[in-house]
C-alpha cells in the first residue's frame, strides 16, 4: 500500500490561511485508487502524484463534512467521473454530509457516483481495497468515523478529526501496519474536539501498531516542530512515529 500525503494542515488557521496545504491522502493498492478528505487544494494537489483523477481514481472518502476535510469533492467527482462518463466510482461520506442542510456533496454531484453511506459496523470493497468503518466520533456535532482500510497483506487505520473518548480502545485493532492520527493538538484542551500528543500517546500503548503518523496540524503543533513530538510519540511509546509533510509519499 501507498500513501501520498498532498496535505497536511489541520484546523481553520493553518488550512484557510494556507500555513500548510491541505487536500487529504491518496491511498493506492494494486490498481486501486481512493482520495481521503480532499479538503482545499485536493485537485490541484492531486497532479503533483503520478496519477489522473478520471484514468485512475476509483473512490473518494469523507471521514466527514468539515470543509477542511470536503472542499473539492465536487470538484474532484466532476473529474473522476469525467462529469458522469466514467461509470463506477464509489463516494463514501456520512449521512449528514449528503443530506439536508449539512450536506457537502451536491445532489448534483451525487448522481454520478455510486454512493456508500459510512455508520459504524458498515464496510465496503473498492477494488483492491477495503474500507471498514470502526468507531464514531465526537466531533463538533457532525458524524465522524475511525476507519480502517484493507489492503494485499496490509492495514492502515485512519483516526481523523474528534475528542478522545475510552470507548475508542475498544473498537480500534491490535498490531496494524500503520496508524494515522489526526492529532492537531499537542497539549490536551477539554472544550475542543480534536486529538492531543497524550490522546496519540495512550492509543499507541495500548494498540501498539507497528508504525504511526500524526498529520493535520495546529498551528500550536507546528511551533512544537511536528518531527520532534514524533521523536517525542516514538520514545514514549517504543512505536516508530512519523510526522507527516506536504507532498510525502510513503510506503506502508
Ligand atoms: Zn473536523
Ligand atoms: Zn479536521
Redesign the pocket.
Known sequence: MKLFFLGTAGGRTVTFKRIRNSGGILLREGRTLLHIDPGPGAFVNFFSTPYEPWRDLNGIVLS?L?L??SADVNTLIESATESGKRKGVKLLAPRDALEGETRVVLPYSQRLVDVGILSEGSGYQIGDLRVEVLHRHN??G?E?YSLLFRGGDKEVVYIP?GRFEDFWLEHLPEGVDLMIFNSTFYGRRPNIDHLSVPDVVEILTAKRPKKALITHFSLEMLRKNPLRVAKEITEKTGVETTAAHDGMVLEV
Open positions: 466527514h468539515h477542511d476535510h466531533h463538533h457532525v465522524v478529526c
